[in-house]
């Protein structure tokens, strides 16, 4: 007999995601936090956020309680050194998620859903110099297929990614509020 308590459908049965993988974060590291990159510096994983163990298959960013205020991931670049969310595999190989906009502007993500098994992360991102509302951003969605050698088995990293051009040390900010990271 078909039992509904417990999943059981005779020779069959149902089950949820696996609760060994699942994971869910709320970050608040404030507005304008710095990151220094050294000059001649390409994509340095420059602060990890949040890691991931293996097996994960799919992770989500967006917003996080509605309560707790506006959510927003801002990088505002300058003097050559830019900034950008990158997930890295065990081998510091970084998957970029967006792109890094222009130097010297303000950008924002919306949203991030990583498909590790189907290899491919769509972002909304948008650009825009005014307050987090939406009305003075232009929002697109944007797709960023998983890099060649990535290693999607291993155990990840989800982390800010800084790259400088310029021979000397450089610096950017990011603002990361109400910002939700779920996985399994």
Not at 81 to 100: E, V
Request: charged residues 10%; proline residues 4%.
């Amino acid at each position: 007999m078909p039992s509904v308590d417990f999943f059981s459908l005779g020779n069959s049965s149902l089950s949820g995601p696996s609760s060994g993988k699942y994971k869910a974060v709320l970050l608040n590291i404030g507005a304008g936090k710095t990151v220094i990159v050294p000059g001649q510096t390409t994509n340095m994983n420059a602060e990890n956020l949040v890691d991931f163990e293996a097996g994960t298959k799919l992770i989500s960013i967006g917003i996080g309680n509605v309560a707790g205020g506006p959510w927003q991931m801002t990088s505002f670049n300058s003097s050559n050194t830019y900034m950008r969310f990158a997930l890295f595999d065990s081998a510091g190989l970084p998957w970029f998620l967006h792109d890094i906009g222009a130097l010297q502007s303000a950008y924002s993500v919306g949203c991030i859903t990583i498909d590790l098994t189907g290899g491919v992360a769509t972002t909304v991102q948008s650009s825009g110099s005014s307050a987090f509302d939406g009305a003075s951003y232009t929002w697109r969605g944007i797709f960023y297929n998983k890099p060649t050698n990535f290693n999607v088995n291993g155990p990840l990293k989800l982390g800010v990614c800084g790259t400088n051009v310029n021979q000397n040390s450089g610096n950017s900010q990011y603002t990361i509020i109400n910002m939700r990271v779920v996985s399994l």
